[in-house]
């Protein structure tokens, strides 16, 4: 049986009399009080130290007085508790509850309330103890930033013509720094100085304030050589670059597989070509912005359903060649990576970068572009020269200058970004004002041409087109059955098991098939046939390539954007009198036969024609993966849009499009244009170099894209700057009674009806592009690599 001490008895019978609830809860809210002030005051000294934000100083001036008050409350609440708990025990002492057997037992022989009490007074000497010394500290920390709370408490805006927009910045930032995160993040707290700082050290709006800490001007090491790139041989790596999770990168890779030995070939070659030519390494950058799935992301669902795959053939091939020539990549296809390899800061991007942009050159298209403007604040502005932008169609001078086609009605959802036209890249060279960026073609062996050539038959063709959409246009039934009375049809159009397309009975479909089945087919086929859509795919250069003739319709009218839906948006003036206009102009006959749909008796004459002709594989030297290698080798070795173009000296230069120094150009010996003379005072620094420029001018309602080509030319707007003078239009015998400086993407031209000549105001709207009935324009041209329009002979 258990015992148990009468004393202990007593104690707790005395302790359940004595402490009554109610006195628990006091002591309870005590307690909790205490812990909650001490939670409170270890809050505000874990606070950021000094010094770990430049715009913090006062924030943590204002904290650490704020924690002396809590010491000092802290201190009066526990005095307090003391008096009370006093009151209570002199209660205690005259209550009736102490009267009978248990008044022999006094309240001082309850050790836990007495214990409690000691403890409780302990605190409160602890407590005042530490709000004295953190007074002394606070008194000497005030002493020692008083200078500088002084400064910040006299910040004024600084009248500094050098900085004229600054007094405007401040105010946008007092009503609207809480707008976006980033302003937090880099120091901003709603002070007048913080504004300046951030001002001055972050964006460079608002002159430095001389008594924030100046580093001293230090002569920097000149940086270390930069590393080499040297030609890879091995794509492993770029497989692995590329990632996985969707079905367009999964094409990708597999093309980069299926063409892997034709790029080692060609990074051989051309590497042998450059004999050992030094090149520095670039870090680059390619974001493919269609991909992500902020913009939709609309064509990795279509790869296995016959959607358009021509954007997705470019961007593998641009991976290919950059990552053969040995530069190094980075590849994004999502928002977030692309904010973390720009350094972007945290918030909705009105503030710059963290840090220096770490590549040197990015690749991206219209979607990444967006979505570079929208998250680097400032920082697009300063590196946008950098950005190379991925354009299938390309983007005109007239359609890039934003206040010129905002005023002029030519802006669109795809232009007005104001870079230099040169940094738009198109996949075929129909806009000279852009740079071709293209793709490549499978490239054939002896061995495979020969045998190509044996089991061609000459009686099947192949229809242009995976999408069922393409049937149900009207018109097509008169010549498919002018065709199919000499030919069999076959198709690959895609269809479901369940639903068949729509095509004719006749027509044999095969569906969709893999590239190498497609390529089998075209090997055998004689023909391969358009219905006038896709523009400007990568098909019909395959199929010449497999020794196929490329068939299509002459469009009359030539489609544009005043005219057909398709175009209509897109930031170009092109006329496009084909499907093809690549094979149109740069193949033509025999490869390629371009005739009216409309006119049987011309569309049967043809067919019958290429049955009879004899072909060969046909690839053009530019669309082959040497041919693309030397082209971005030498647009990454030369293309610096960042710098300022060198100019020959004149004290009366008005714009930097107009130049009036004496003309470095002079008649040709036949005196029919102008080429840079022998003994010109100067050499620029030009690329490409100006030995191969030549001075034409137009006929009314022709651009300098087709001037420049009747004379076995191409247009070359780089040299716009070389002509823009007056003296050129007296070395070509152009009389003019005045002329203006004026914004228009058709000058320098002239009026002969009125004789008027125009010079050109704004050198981003210098074009090849561009024709009216009332100018002749003045067009610079020049020579090029034989099969490989976007290089001079000299240019690499």
């Given at each position: 049986?258990?015992?148990?001490?009468?004393?202990?008895?007593i104690?707790?019978r005395?302790?359940?009399?004595?402490?009554?609830?109610?006195?628990?809860?006091?002591?309870?809210?005590?307690?909790?009080?205490l812990?909650?002030?001490?939670?409170?005051?270890?809050?505000?000294?874990?606070a950021?130290?000094?010094?770990?934000?430049?715009?913090?100083?006062?924030?943590?001036?204002m904290?650490?007085?704020?924690?002396?008050?809590?010491?000092?409350?802290?201190?009066?609440?526990?005095?307090?508790?003391?008096?009370?708990?006093d009151?209570?025990?002199?209660?205690?002492?005259?209550?009736d509850?102490?009267?009978?057997?248990?008044?022999?037992?006094?309240?001082?022989?309850?050790?836990?309330?007495?214990?409690l009490?000691?403890?409780?007074?302990?605190?409160?000497?602890?407590?005042?103890?530490?709000?004295?010394?953190?007074?002394?500290?606070?008194?000497?920390?005030?002493?020692?930033?008083?200078?500088?709370?002084?400064?910040?408490?006299?910040?004024?805006?600084?009248?500094?013509?050098?900085?004229?927009?600054?007094?405007?910045?401040?105010?946008?930032?007092?009503?609207?720094?809480?707008?976006?995160?980033?302003?937090?993040?880099?120091?901003?707290?709603?002070?007048?100085?913080?504004?300046?700082?951030?001002?001055?050290?972050?964006?460079?709006?608002?002159?430095?304030?001389?008594?924030?800490?100046?580093?001293?001007?230090?002569?920097?090491p000149?940086?270390?050589p930069?590393?080499?790139?040297?030609?890879?041989?091995?794509?492993?790596?770029?497989?692995?670059?590329?990632?996985?999770?969707?079905?367009?990168?999964?094409?990708?890779?597999?093309r980069i597989?299926?063409?892997?030995?034709?790029?080692?070939?060609a990074?051989?070659?051309?590497?042998?070509?450059?004999?050992?030519?030094?090149r520095?390494?670039?870090?680059?950058?390619?974001?493919i912005?269609?991909?992500?799935?902020?913009?939709?992301?609309?064509?990795?669902?279509?790869?296995?359903?016959?959607?358009?795959?021509?954007?997705?053939?470019?961007?593998?091939?641009?991976?290919?060649?950059?990552?053969m020539?040995?530069?190094?990549?980075?590849?994004?296809?999502?928002?977030?990576?692309?904010?973390?390899?720009l350094?972007?800061?945290?918030?909705?991007?009105?503030?710059?970068?963290?840090?220096?942009?770490?590549?040197?050159?990015?690749?991206?298209?219209?979607?990444?572009?967006?979505q570079?403007?929208?998250?680097?604040?400032?920082?697009?502005?300063?590196?946008r020269?950098?950005?190379?932008?991925?354009?299938?169609?390309?983007?005109?001078?007239?359609?890039?200058?934003?206040?010129?086609?905002?005023?002029?009605?030519?802006?669109?959802?795809?232009?007005?970004w104001?870079?230099?036209?040169?940094?738009?890249?198109?996949?075929?060279?129909?806009?000279?004002?852009?740079?071709?960026?293209?793709?490549?073609?499978?490239?054939?062996n002896?061995?495979?041409?020969?045998?190509?050539?044996?089991?061609?038959?000459?009686?099947?063709?192949?229809v242009?087109?995976?999408?069922?959409?393409?049937?149900?246009?009207?018109?097509?039934?008169?010549?498919?059955?002018?065709?199919?009375?000499?030919?069999?049809?076959?198709g690959?159009?895609?269809?479901?098991?369940?639903?068949?397309?729509?095509?004719?009975?006749?027509?044999?479909?095969?569906?969709?098939?893999?590239?190498?089945?497609?390529?089998?087919?075209?090997?055998?086929?004689?023909?391969?046939?358009?219905?006038?859509?896709?523009?400007?795919?990568?098909?019909?250069?395959?199929?010449?390539a497999?020794?196929?003739?490329?068939?299509?319709?002459?469009?009359?009218?030539?489609?544009?954007?005043?005219?057909?839906?398709?175009?209509?948006?897109?930031?170009?003036?092109?006329?496009?009198?084909?499907?093809?206009?690549?094979?149109?102009?740069?193949?033509?006959?025999p490869?390629?036969?371009?005739?009216?749909?409309?006119?049987?008796?011309?569309?049967?004459?043809?067919?019958?024609?290429?049955?009879?002709?004899?072909?060969?594989?046909?690839?053009?030297?530019?669309?082959?993966?040497?041919?693309?290698?030397?082209?971005?080798?030498?647009?990454?070795?030369?293309?610096?849009?960042?710098?300022?173009?060198?100019?020959?000296?004149?004290?009366?230069?008005?714009?930097?499009?107009?130049?009036?120094?004496?003309?470095?150009?002079?008649?040709?010996?036949?005196?029919?244009?102008?080429?840079?003379?022998?003994?010109?005072?100067?050499?620029?620094?030009?690329?490409?170099?100006?030995?191969?420029?030549q001075?034409?001018?137009?006929e009314?309602?022709?651009?300098?894209?087709?001037?420049?080509?009747r004379?076995?030319?191409?247009?070359?707007?780089t040299?716009?700057?070389?002509?823009?003078?007056e003296?050129?239009?007296?070395?070509?015998?152009i009389?003019?009674?005045?002329?203006e400086?004026?914004?228009?993407?058709?000058?320098?031209?002239?009026?002969?009806?009125?004789?008027?000549?125009?010079?050109?105001?704004?050198?981003?709207?210098?074009?090849?592009?561009?024709?009216?009935?009332?100018?002749?324009?003045?067009?610079?041209?020049?020579?090029?690599?034989?099969?490989?329009?976007?290089?001079?002979?000299?240019?690499?």
């Amino acid at each position: 049986m258990i015992t148990v001490n009468a004393d202990g008895k007593i104690m707790v019978r005395r302790c359940l009399v004595t402490l009554r609830p109610f006195r628990i809860f006091v002591l309870g809210i005590g307690f909790f009080t205490l812990c909650f002030l001490m939670t409170s005051l270890g809050g505000q000294f874990s606070a950021k130290r000094l010094g770990d934000s430049p715009f913090t100083i006062r924030t943590e001036v204002m904290g650490a007085l704020e924690s002396r008050g809590v010491l000092r409350r802290m201190s009066d609440m526990l005095e307090m508790l003391m008096k009370r708990m006093d009151i209570l025990a002199r209660l205690e002492n005259s209550t009736d509850f102490h009267k009978g057997d248990e008044a022999r037992f006094p309240l001082d022989r309850f050790q836990p309330a007495a214990g409690l009490m000691e403890r409780i007074q302990a605190i409160a000497q602890n407590v005042s103890d530490i709000a004295i010394k953190v007074d002394q500290i606070l008194r000497n920390s005030l002493l020692n930033g008083k200078v500088m709370e002084g400064r910040r408490d006299q910040c004024e805006v600084p009248r500094d013509p050098k900085y004229p927009d600054c007094a405007g910045k401040v105010e946008w930032m007092r009503a609207r720094w809480t707008s976006d995160p980033c302003y937090a993040f880099f120091g901003v707290d709603g002070t007048e100085c913080s504004f300046l700082i951030y001002l001055s050290e972050v964006e460079w709006f608002c002159p430095p304030l001389p008594w924030r800490n100046q580093t001293v001007a230090v002569p920097s090491p000149p940086p270390p050589p930069r590393a080499q790139a040297a030609f890879r041989r091995d794509l492993a790596r770029l497989l692995e670059l590329i990632g996985t999770g969707k079905e367009s990168l999964s094409f990708m890779k597999k093309r980069i597989r299926h063409l892997a030995r034709q790029w080692l070939r060609a990074a051989r070659r051309l590497e042998q070509r450059l004999a050992g030519r030094q090149r520095d390494q670039k870090h680059i950058l390619v974001h493919i912005g269609f991909l992500t799935e902020e913009s939709g992301d609309v064509f990795s669902p279509r790869v296995l359903k016959g959607g358009p795959l021509g954007e997705m053939v470019q961007w593998a091939d641009i991976l290919a060649a950059l990552f053969m020539l040995g530069h190094s990549l980075r590849v994004t296809v999502s928002l977030k990576e692309l904010q973390s390899h720009l350094g972007v800061p945290p918030g909705r991007g009105n503030c710059p970068l963290t840090s220096p942009l770490p590549f040197d050159l990015i690749y991206t298209d219209y979607h990444g572009l967006q979505q570079m403007k929208q998250h680097m604040g400032l920082s697009f502005k300063k590196y946008r020269c950098r950005v190379r932008v991925i354009d299938t169609f390309g983007t005109e001078p007239a359609y890039n200058h934003e206040e010129y086609a905002t005023l002029r009605g030519y802006r669109t959802n795809w232009g007005y970004w104001n870079l230099q036209p040169g940094q738009f890249m198109t996949m075929f060279p129909h806009t000279p004002d852009n740079s071709f960026m293209g793709f490549v073609s499978e490239e054939l062996n002896q061995t495979e041409r020969q045998l190509i050539k044996a089991n061609k038959v000459s009686s099947m063709a192949v229809v242009y087109g995976k999408e069922a959409s393409i049937w149900k246009v009207g018109g097509k039934e008169k010549f498919l059955a002018i065709l199919n009375k000499y030919m069999e049809i076959h198709g690959t159009v895609y269809y479901e098991t369940q639903r068949p397309p729509e095509v004719p009975a006749f027509v044999k479909n095969h569906g969709l098939l893999p590239q190498h089945e497609f390529q089998q087919l075209l090997r055998k086929a004689k023909l391969f046939i358009g219905f006038g859509f896709p523009y400007d795919g990568p098909a019909p250069l395959e199929a010449i390539a497999n020794g196929c003739v490329f068939l299509q319709a002459r469009f009359h009218p030539p489609h544009s954007s005043l005219n057909h839906e398709f175009f209509r948006g897109k930031p170009t003036s092109r006329e496009v009198s084909s499907q093809h206009p690549y094979a149109e102009d740069f193949i033509g006959k025999p490869h390629v036969w371009t005739v009216d749909y409309n006119n049987s008796e011309e569309f049967e004459a043809a067919i019958k024609t290429i049955m009879r002709t004899q072909v060969d594989p046909y690839l053009p030297y530019e669309y082959t993966s040497e041919g693309m290698l030397e082209r971005i080798h030498a647009y990454i070795q030369h293309q610096d849009f960042c710098a300022t173009p060198s100019l020959p000296p004149s004290p009366k230069t008005k714009s930097p499009a107009m130049q009036s120094s004496p003309s470095p150009l002079a008649l040709s010996p036949n005196s029919t244009h102008l080429v840079w003379s022998p003994s010109a005072g100067w050499a620029p620094q030009a690329w490409p170099p100006v030995a191969s420029l030549q001075v034409w001018v137009s006929e009314p309602q022709h651009t300098c894209t087709e001037t420049c080509r009747r004379h076995g030319l191409v247009c070359e707007p780089t040299f716009f700057r070389f002509l823009n003078k007056e003296e050129v239009f007296l070395q070509l015998s152009i009389a003019c009674d005045s002329t203006e400086h004026e914004m228009n993407h058709l000058y320098p031209a002239v009026a002969d009806s009125v004789r008027e000549c125009y010079l050109q105001k704004e050198p981003l709207l210098f074009s090849c592009a561009g024709h009216h009935a009332k100018y002749r324009r003045l067009c610079p041209c020049r020579d090029f690599r034989p099969g490989q329009v976007a290089l001079c002979r000299d240019c690499l």
